[in-house]
């Protein structure tokens, strides 16, 4: 074959390349293109104003001319309640993957198991989950009431015949009643993750083990945990998350107070930026909640998640 015949081979075959690439990747395009659109529309945009506004002490009425340049950033950083904001996400982080998280783990282990009743107890754990936040924070609320609630009901029981406390009231107790509710709320969708990972695990390896004399704990620490460990990474992730976004289930609860102790981090931007008009500041509290979501996100997807 002559180089001339050779050249006019390829020649063909990096046309039909492009042909077949164009006829992939267009129809790919096109779909894209409307997700894409969405999501610069409603994400993209919002943000880089969030960014620009945060450089300005502005009311949200008209446009914003007051350039105050880092101000605000310097405002939030000497402001308490922000770090105590911070600091009762943080908390609350800690107690989801401490006490939330195992919790869900071994109910996962214990409803992914062939027993009697295993489909209604796995709906009760989950409805919590189901029910709206804001629905959730009232309920709660109520129950949480130092005179007609279910604390009060408690507090008759073994109380010494003084009143029930409030704790929604009570700066010592108020963050305790949301981690509780936190946990109670959301321990259910993290059990489902978990019983979803454990079905997905092979049912010959558990066999294969048995007949291999492991015990059922053998079994447990040896093959389903550690077999599990990306789904609970993936459950680390959202619990994280959703942790530095609470907003609707504390505004119901407790608004952030009292004496603003139990503010999250949005409710804080909500309270003092949105509520008092300051859409400057609230912009760059924004702006510090993005940054801290967005390093958290990176930096665990990065180190924790990369083989998943």
Same mark, same amino acid.
């Given at each position: 074959?002559?180089?001339?015949?050779?050249?006019?081979?390829?020649? $063909? %075959?990096?046309?039909?390349?492009?042909?077949?690439?164009?006829?992939?990747? =267009? #129809?790919? +395009? *096109?779909?894209?293109?409307?997700?894409?659109?969405?999501?610069?529309?409603?994400?993209?945009?919002?943000?880089?104003?969030?960014?620009?506004?945060?450089?300005?002490?502005?009311?949200?009425?008209?446009?914003?001319?007051?350039?105050?340049?880092?101000?605000?950033?310097?405002?939030?950083?000497?402001?308490?309640?922000?770090?105590?904001?911070?600091?009762?996400?943080?908390?609350?982080?800690?107690?989801?993957?401490?006490?939330?998280?195992?919790?869900?783990?071994?109910?996962?282990?214990?409803?992914?198991?062939?027993?009697?009743?295993?489909?209604?107890?796995?709906?009760?754990?989950?409805?919590?989950?189901?029910?709206?936040?804001?629905?959730?924070?009232?309920?709660?609320?109520?129950?949480?009431?130092?005179?007609?609630? $279910? %604390?009060?009901?408690?507090?008759?029981?073994?109380?010494?015949?003084?009143? =029930? #406390?409030? +704790? *929604?009231?009570?700066?010592?107790?108020?963050?305790?009643?949301?981690?509780?509710?936190?946990?109670?709320?959301?321990?259910?969708?993290?059990?489902?993750?978990?019983?979803?990972?454990?079905?997905?695990?092979?049912?010959?390896?558990?066999?294969?083990?048995?007949?291999?004399?492991?015990?059922?704990?053998?079994?447990?620490?040896?093959?389903?945990?550690?077999?599990?460990?990306?789904?609970?990474?993936?459950?680390?992730?959202?619990?994280?998350?959703?942790?530095?976004?609470?907003?609707?289930?504390?505004?119901?609860?407790?608004?952030?107070?009292?004496?603003?102790?139990?503010?999250?981090?949005?409710?804080?931007?909500?309270?003092?930026?949105?509520?008092?008009?300051?859409?400057?500041?609230?912009?760059?509290?924004?702006?510090?909640?993005?940054?801290?979501?967005?390093?958290?996100?990176?930096?665990?997807?990065?180190?924790?998640?990369?083989?998943?």
């Amino acid at each position: 074959m002559t180089a001339a015949a050779l050249s006019h081979d390829h020649a $063909a %075959v990096r046309r039909r390349r492009r042909t077949t690439l164009r006829t992939q990747v =267009a #129809p790919v +395009v *096109l779909m894209l293109v409307p997700a894409l659109a969405l999501f610069t529309i409603f994400v993209i945009l919002p943000m880089g104003e969030a960014g620009f506004y945060s450089l300005f002490k502005w009311n949200g009425y008209g446009s914003p001319e007051d350039f105050v340049g880092l101000r605000n950033f310097e405002l939030l950083l000497r402001n308490r309640t922000f770090w105590s904001a911070l600091s009762n996400t943080g908390l609350i982080i800690a107690v989801s993957v401490a006490i939330q998280l195992p919790l869900a783990l071994a109910m996962a282990l214990l409803l992914a198991e062939k027993l009697r009743g295993r489909v209604a107890f796995r709906m009760v754990f989950f409805l919590p989950y189901i029910l709206a936040e804001v629905a959730t924070g009232l309920i709660w609320q109520f129950l949480y009431d130092g005179r007609y609630g $279910a %604390v009060a009901l408690i507090w008759s029981w073994f109380g010494a015949g003084s009143d =029930a #406390p409030f +704790v *929604l009231a009570d700066r010592t107790l108020a963050m305790a009643a949301v981690l509780v509710l936190v946990v109670w709320k959301y321990f259910g969708f993290h059990m489902m993750i978990y019983i979803a990972g454990l079905q997905s695990i092979p049912s010959e390896i558990i066999d294969a083990a048995r007949i291999d004399g492991a015990t059922p704990w053998q079994i447990v620490r040896r093959i389903k945990i550690p077999m599990l460990f990306p789904t609970i990474r993936l459950s680390v992730f959202f619990s994280v998350v959703g942790a530095l976004q609470l907003f609707d289930m504390v505004m119901a609860l407790t608004r952030g107070g009292p004496s603003n102790a139990t503010h999250s981090l949005v409710t804080y931007l909500y309270t003092f930026g949105q509520m008092r008009m300051e859409i400057g500041f609230g912009s760059a509290v924004g702006v510090v909640l993005f940054l801290i979501c967005v390093t958290f996100s990176i930096v665990y997807r990065r180190t924790l998640m990369r083989g998943d």
